[in-house]
Structure formats: C-alpha cells, structure tokens
C-alpha cells in the first residue's frame, strides 16, 4: 500500500533552518509528482511546494519562494523540503502528498515551529 511518512520537523528559532524528508513506498515513485502541503491552527491545509516526476519542475507558493527549496531522489524514493530563513508564521504541520490516477494520499505530517 502507498505510505508516505515525513520526518525532519521541530522547533527552531526565526532565522534557521530545517530540512523535512519524506520517504514514499507502495508506488512506483519516480513517474509521480510529489508535493509539500502545511496546515496552521485554525487555516485551511495550503499547498507549499511541489516537483514533477524527474525533478526538472518546481512550484512554490509566493510565501516561501527565495526561502524554501524542494527536491527529490528518486533512486531513494524521497522527496524533501529545505527550508530556510524560517519565520513564525512557517509554524504549521507539514504534510507530504501525491496523486496516483484519482486517488490523493498524505503522509502523517511532521510539525514544524519557529519561535524564540
């Protein structure tokens, strides 16, 4: 079955850095897009990033661009999410996602919380 599980989350001061992994099993990985969605309290769940199948594509929301980075190895079926200069309102839940045919799957999320 399709499991997605993120790791890499916690808390950092304003100013630093995280990078978030998120290893895909069930599916054959290198032919889907992945994305990285997050969730605040009280917010809709909202698109953060997302790369095509071979990695040549990339999309960002307007939030983070310049800030955060996605990537993928395919030959570890992993995609990630760099993200620096973190700011407190990056406080979120962060979730992994793909799309197979119809079906969308998420991970389990990993949160992420910048405070000093």
């Known amino acids: 079955q399709v499991q997605l599980v993120e790791s890499g989350g916690g808390l950092v001061q304003p100013g630093g850095s995280l990078r978030l992994s998120c290893a895909a099993s069930?599916?054959?990985?290198?032919?889907?897009?992945m994305s990285w969605y997050r969730q605040a309290p009280g917010k809709d769940r909202e698109l953060v990033a997302g790369?095509?199948?071979?990695?040549?594509?990339?999309e960002y929301t307007d939030s983070v661009k310049g800030r955060f980075t996605i990537s993928r190895d395919n030959a570890k079926n992993t995609v990630y999410l760099q993200m620096n200069s973190l700011k407190p309102e990056d406080t979120a839940a962060y979730y992994c996602?793909?799309?197979?045919?119809?079906?969308?799957?998420w991970g389990q999320g990993t949160q992420v919380t910048v405070s000093s």
């Open positions: 790369i095509s199948s071979a990695g040549r594509i990339t």
């Open positions: 069930g599916f054959i990985f290198d032919r889907n897009a």
């Open positions: 996602r793909t799309r197979i045919i119809e079906d969308i799957y």
